[in-house]
């Protein structure tokens, strides 16, 4: 069991993921997909681009690029966040 003295929670991770996608994928790639993962366990659902550039020291473009390949091995979907109407 892998874990620190005072952790709260956990991230399950498919072994689905660990035997097929991970292998083949990116290292960089595989943080930020487990980094996804987390938050979402977490219930946060709301991330931006810039936060997770500056949480993993990537450039806007690395994390995009990570995106579109987690899009296009089907493991997640994006929806960009619509600007707020002004009052």
């Known amino acids: 069991r892998l874990y620190r ?3 709260r929670g956990y991230t399950s ?6 035997d ?14 487990l980094y996804l993962l987390r938050c979402l366990s977490a219930g946060q659902d709301a991330l931006s681009v ?5 949480r993993f020291s990537n450039t806007e473009k690395d994390i995009c690029r990570a995106l579109r390949y ?18």
């Open 50 to 54: 810039s936060t997770l550039a500056d």
């Open 20 to 33: 097929h996608y991970m292998p083949s994928a990116n290292g960089e790639f595989v943080k930020l997909y």
């Open 70 to 87: 987690w899009e296009k091995e089907g493991l997640l979907s994006m929806t960009a966040a619509l600007p707020a109407a002004s009052a």
């Open 13 to 18: 991770v498919s072994n689905d993921f660990i």
């Open 5 to 7: 003295e005072g952790d």
